[in-house]
Structure formats: structure tokens, C-alpha cells
């Protein structure tokens, strides 16, 4: 598979390719699977049919790659913490008071579906298509919790100063189970594993350190120990000057790039071999044309002669054409 190649280290030309968000709302197909499922987290808990949407782009567009459909809140949701999702608001939790409701020996029966649908895309997907399970950044998915909603995280950043302590009673709890819950997307058959830490770059450095380096570092040290040869792949969103230090201590085997970070400053920050993935902007998607097209050139000419994944610094936007999405491949088969 070329995509594990370059996740491996090898200078794979063209590089591959996958788009995080690549199953989702600009495809008229995934609407109408989501309105046949009735709602965003019943087709996120129906195996056959989060099996469906996963297979939606690679079915259009070809991609090297599958991500597993399901989301980052699952986790939470299944260690007992309520969960909706208001529409054209995003996700809704009750703020979380204390450990006393959480309960992660349930967990493993409530996300189940989720594992089921990895286990049935590894029997559907093509055999040169790699399958990328996920789990939300135990940072990310506390500041969810603890602020019961997204929009700058104003509460979990007081607690980090007021409350240390809770916050990190909080981050094991989290890392424990996003450390049984990744390996099990394994076992069921993911060919490798990606960390969404996308509000990384929201805390300082001391705090970055202590919530976002080590939580992921236990993850990878852990699910390396139990899965020989597993790769992983670390999104430190807006991490900024820390991403060296992430990338040398977090354990991780790939990063995925931002779109406000200059690729050529991160390789530099990096260890030697790092391999990259992303960092188109997301808006150049929507927008298409001489916009897009010199942007990809330019990447492409940024990445050639290293081990790169091709994908967005962001996910893909409801707005997004098709035809944008078909071009943006063309290109980056073409090679630039």
C-alpha cells in the first residue's frame, strides 16, 4: 500500500492520498445516508452504515486511504457523560463536575458498534486502501467534557490553573481508555491509528507539556508495546513552536501538519525522517481554480524527495464541490 509506505518512511512519488472529513456532508451520498439513519450519532453507532459512508469517497475519488466514520465524542459518550448534537451548533455534554459519573468499565460495550464497523470494512475495503482507526486527543476530548461544548474552552483552561488535579484525573481516565479503545479499532483489523489532539495549540507550554505530550506519549508507548510494528499518526493542531518537542516526545511516527504551519519550518523543527501529512488549506478546496492549483503545485514541489501523506491542514467543508474534490486528486496523481 503506498500510503503505509510513506507512513513507513519511504519517498513515495506521488505521494499518497486521503482527506481528513473526506466522508461527510459535501457528498450528496452521505446526506442521504445520514437522513435514512435519523441522526448524526445513530449513524455514527449503525455499523452498516457508518460501514457505507466510510466507503463513499474511497467508491467517488479513489483515496489511499479510509478513515474510520465515527467521532472523537464517542469516548465520552460511552464512559457515561450525555451527549447530543444540536444541529448547526455541534456537539452538546452536560460540563463535567467530577469523576463520580464516569464510568469506564462500560465503555467497551457502548462503543462496540464503532469496532464492529472497523471489523466490517476490513472484509470491504479494497486491499490496497488502508484503514486508519481514530480517537480523539485526550486533551482535545477533555476540553469537550469539561466546557460541555466547543468555542475557545474558557472553563477547561481556568480548571487547568484552578484545578490541575482534577483536570489530570480527568486526562488518565481519558488516556487509559483512548489506550483500550485504539487497540481494539486494531484488533478488529485498522492498519494504523491517528491521534486528534485539535486544540493542542490552545494551552501554553508547561500545560502543552503536561496535557497534551505526555497523555499521547503513554498512548503511543502502550499500543506499541501491545500491537509489534504499529504506526502512528499525532495532529497537534496549532502546536506552533512545540511541535518539535511533540514530535520528539509524543511517541508518534507521523505529524499532521495545520494549515498556518510552514512545512519547511516543521521539517526543520522535527527529528530527521519525520514523515508528514497534510497541510492544504481546507478554504482552497471550496475555492478550486488557479487558487487551488498553484497551492497543490507548490506543496508537491515542498514535499518531493520526503515521505509525505497528502491531505488537508483541517477537514473538508460541507461547502466543498464534488468537482473540486475530483480535481484536487487529478493533481496530486499528476504529481503536480
Known amino acids: ?11 513515495v512519488w506521488p505521494p499518497p492520498l486521503w482527506l481528513m472529513r473526506q466522508a461527510g456532508r459535501y457528498l450528496p451520498e452521505y446526506r442521504a445516508t445520514r437522513a435514512k439513519a435519523g441522526d448524526f450519532l445513530s449513524l455514527c453507532l449503525n455499523p452498516a452504515l457508518a460501514e457505507d459512508v466510510t466507503l463513499q469517497p474511497i ?20 464512559l457515561g457523560q450525555g451527549l447530543r448534537f444540536a444541529e448547526g451548533e455541534g456537539p ?8 463520580a459519573g464516569l464510568k469506564p468499565d462500560n465503555a467497551p460495550g457502548i462503543y462496540a458498534p464503532v469496532i464492529e ?3 466490517r470494512l476490513r472484509g470491504s475495503l479494497p486491499k490496497d486502501t488502508a484503514l486508519i482507526g481514530f480517537a480523539g486527543g485526550p486533551t482535545t476530548v477533555a476540553c469537550y467534557m469539561l466546557d460541555g461544548q466547543g468555542g475557545g474552552f474558557p472553563r477547561t483552561r481556568r480548571l487547568a490553573y484552578e484545578r ?17 479503545y485504539l487497540s481494539a479499532q486494531v484488533k478488529a483489523g485498522a492498519d494504523c491509528v491517528m491521534l486528534f489532539e485539535s486544540w493542542a495549540g490552545i494551552f501554553p507550554p508547561g500545560q502543552f507539556r503536561a496535557f497534551v505530550i505526555e497523555p499521547n506519549r503513554r498512548i503511543c508507548k502502550a ?3 501491545r500491537h509489534e510494528g504499529l504506526k502512528i499518526i ?9 511541535l518539535g518537542e511533540y514530535a520528539r516526545d509524543a511517541g508518534v511516527d507521523a505529524i499532521g501538519l495545520d494549515s498556518v504551519t510552514d512545512i519547511k519550518a516543521a521539517r526543520a523543527a522535527c527529528p530527521a525522517g519525520t514523515v508528514f501529512q497534510g497541510n492544504l488549506d481546507p478554504l482552497l478546496l471550496k475555492l478550486g481554480g488557479k487558487a487551488m492549483e498553484e497551492a497543490v503545485e507548490a506543496l508537491l514541489a515542498d514535499v518531493r524527495g520526503y515521505p509525505h501523506i497528502f491531505n488537508l491542514g483541517h477537514g473538508i467543508t460541507p461547502d466543498v464541490p464534488e468537482a473540486h474534490v475530483a480535481r484536487l486528486v487529478e493533481l496530486v496523481r499528476q504529481g503536480g
Not at 1 to 11: C, E, W
Not at 59 to 74: N, P, T, V
Not at 234 to 242: C, I, K, N, Q, V
Open 1 to 11: 500500500m503506498n500510503f503505509l509506505n510513506a507512513l513507513n518512511g519511504k519517498d
Open 59 to 78: 467508491r467517488k475519488f479513489g483515496f489511499d486511504a479510509a478513515i474510520l466514520f465515527s467521532d472523537i465524542l464517542i469516548l465520552p459518550m460511552a
Open 92 to 99: 452538546r455534554m452536560p460540563p463535567l463536575e467530577s469523576l
Open 117 to 119: 464497523t472497523v471489523s
Open 164 to 180: 490541575p488535579e482534577f483536570v489530570k484525573q480527568v486526562l488518565n481516565i481519558l488516556t487509559e481508555t483512548t489506550i483500550e
Open 223 to 225: 499500543l506499541k508495546k
Open 234 to 242: 499525532g495532529f497537534p493542531r496549532l502546536a506552533g513552536l512545540m
